[in-house]
């Protein structure tokens, strides 16, 4: 498949290790957040999301959290796997408009 | 159940031809948005439609329209291609009482030479 990204930021963490990816977004007042992953030829792929009224949200390996004061947002992943590897994808969206999209991040897991 | 389905998954076109891409939506979801992908960037939205109609347009030209069908599927159509157009070009589908639930197809990928 064609890469998604090819100047995007990266982090490389090794296999087993946790991985946090940072994202600010630009709409203060965006009351819905997802994160996205994104693999070579396929589409954006639903991992969690988190509304405005909520500061954490956890999912399985997976915790979002939600800084409103800063306007960032962070996915944490536990025990980082090969299979994580991807482009991941901050969304951000006000009253269920269109989503607003962060630049991404390139995650690299060795082994 | 299939998921969104996007057809062509490749295409080149010459600038200046008009282009149709088609999206079916996930089934059950009735709103269908496009985006637009760069290489190396995230989606842009370009339009959602609900019941037939554009519902939502973001910073794109009139080149740019669509259609959806009373069964749901999309189509998008871009006029006058220009070499920027090239990208991957995305649909998601969603239910419009239910927000958020966007799923994503995998895209077209479009080369315009």
């Known amino acids: 498949g064609e890469s998604v990204g090819l100047h995007l930021p990266t982090l490389s963490v090794q296999e087993g290790d946790n991985s946090i990816i940072n994202c600010a977004y630009s709409n203060s007042a965006s009351d819905y957040f997802i994160w996205y992953k994104q693999e070579s030829g396929k589409g954006p792929q639903f991992i969690i999301d988190?509304?405005?009224?909520?500061d954490k949200r956890q999912g399985q390996r997976v915790t979002v959290l939600l800084n409103k004061t800063v306007k960032h947002l962070s996915l944490q992943i536990a025990a980082t796997q090969p299979g994580d590897s991807a482009v991941y994808f901050c969304?951000?969206?006000?009253?269920?408009?269109?989503?607003?999209f962060g630049t991404g991040t390139r995650l690299q897991v060795f082994p | 159940d299939a998921g969104v389905t996007q057809s062509p998954t490749h295409l080149i076109k010459t600038r200046g031809q008009q282009v149709t891409l088609r999206c079916s939506p996930k089934?059950?979801?009735?709103?269908v948005s496009w985006y637009q992908q760069a290489l190396g960037q995230g989606p842009q939205f370009i339009f959602q439609?609900?019941?037939?109609?554009?519902?939502q347009r973001g910073n794109f030209p009139d080149r740019f329209s669509g259609h959806q069908f009373p069964n749901y599927s999309s189509e998008l159509n871009v006029n006058a291609l220009l070499l920027g157009d090239s990208a991957l070009y995305l649909c998601a589908s969603s239910l419009d009482v239910l927000p958020g639930g966007y799923t994503f197809g995998s895209g077209t990928r479009l080369t315009v030479v």
């Open positions: 988190i509304r405005s009224n909520m």
């Open positions: 089934s059950g979801h009735d709103t």
């Open positions: 969304a951000e969206t006000e009253n269920t408009d269109k989503l607003i």
């Open positions: 439609y609900y019941e037939e109609e554009e519902r």
